[in-house]
């Protein structure tokens, strides 16, 4: 059979080898799209989805116990599987400083050291010892921010028994049964509780005394 003839310029059609350009960036899943819309939960889309969320939660309890995580993306890159074992809690905090005593003896405004008081735990470990007391027999593995307004902030939190026999045979999950993680959330082990510890994005200069951890340097550290 006579082959067809080639012509000079043009380009030689695709053969079985060749492939097309790949797109950049990649494809994109589930995950990508539903961490981009809590990136501005503000948005036309978000906002009045938020905001009948926050009014259903104003008459909840403070602890409510849901069946799946609201932000799927961010609860499995935090190590959440949907198995046996793990519990949801959605939890709520007060916002602001600390609640100090109005001083009622003689005392300027500015010495009453009532206002601009902070914790230097962040609300969100507030949430995590809070969570971790009401459920003794459970350990938080992490937590994420799911909403707030004026008075208060919600954090869904989610907890492992370590004592479950599908969480015991996973070898992905069975370290939290070790002692070494028992109240995990009151000993600052959580991502929240070592980000207030000041050993995630921290190095260099004026952090020397964080670790191993601040009691090991007489709270020198920050």
Same mark, same amino acid.
């Given at each position: 059979m006579a082959k067809a003839p080639v012509v000079a310029g043009?380009?030689? !059609?695709?053969?079985?080898t060749a492939a097309a350009p790949a797109k950049k960036g990649g494809s994109r899943?589930?995950?990508h799209f539903v961490g981009e819309a809590w990136k501005d939960p503000g948005s036309d889309q978000m906002r009045q989805l938020m905001w009948q969320r926050l009014v259903d939660w104003r008459k909840e309890g403070t602890f409510v116990r849901v069946d799946k995580p609201l932000r799927l993306d961010r609860?499995?890159?935090l190590g959440y599987k949907a198995k046996q074992g793990f519990v949801i809690?959605?939890?709520?905090?007060?916002? +602001? +400083?600390l609640?100090? *005593?109005r001083i009622k003896k003689g005392r300027r405004a500015k010495r009453k050291g009532i206002l601009k008081i902070t914790m230097r735990k962040s609300i969100q470990r507030i949430a995590e010892e809070? /969570? @971790?007391?009401? *459920? !003794?027999?459970?350990?938080?593995?992490?937590s994420y921010w799911v909403g707030e307004d004026g008075r208060h902030k919600w954090f869904e939190v989610m907890m492992v028994d370590p004592h479950h026999p599908v969480i015991m045979?996973?070898?992905?999950?069975?370290?939290? /049964?070790? @002692?070494? *993680?028992?109240d995990r959330a009151n000993r600052g082990l959580t991502p929240a509780g070592k980000k207030?510890?000041?050993?995630v994005r921290t190095k260099g200069m004026g952090v020397e005394k964080n670790r191993p951890s601040l009691r090991a340097h007489n709270r020198q550290g920050t």
């Amino acid at each position: 059979m006579a082959k067809a003839p080639v012509v000079a310029g043009a380009a030689a !059609p695709p053969g079985p080898t060749a492939a097309a350009p790949a797109k950049k960036g990649g494809s994109r899943n589930m995950y990508h799209f539903v961490g981009e819309a809590w990136k501005d939960p503000g948005s036309d889309q978000m906002r009045q989805l938020m905001w009948q969320r926050l009014v259903d939660w104003r008459k909840e309890g403070t602890f409510v116990r849901v069946d799946k995580p609201l932000r799927l993306d961010r609860a499995r890159a935090l190590g959440y599987k949907a198995k046996q074992g793990f519990v949801i809690v959605r939890t709520k905090v007060r916002k +602001g +400083g600390l609640r100090k *005593h109005r001083i009622k003896k003689g005392r300027r405004a500015k010495r009453k050291g009532i206002l601009k008081i902070t914790m230097r735990k962040s609300i969100q470990r507030i949430a995590e010892e809070r /969570c @971790s007391k009401r *459920h !003794p027999n459970l350990e938080v593995l992490a937590s994420y921010w799911v909403g707030e307004d004026g008075r208060h902030k919600w954090f869904e939190v989610m907890m492992v028994d370590p004592h479950h026999p599908v969480i015991m045979s996973d070898p992905h999950l069975n370290w939290i /049964c070790s @002692s070494k *993680h028992s109240d995990r959330a009151n000993r600052g082990l959580t991502p929240a509780g070592k980000k207030g510890r000041g050993l995630v994005r921290t190095k260099g200069m004026g952090v020397e005394k964080n670790r191993p951890s601040l009691r090991a340097h007489n709270r020198q550290g920050t």
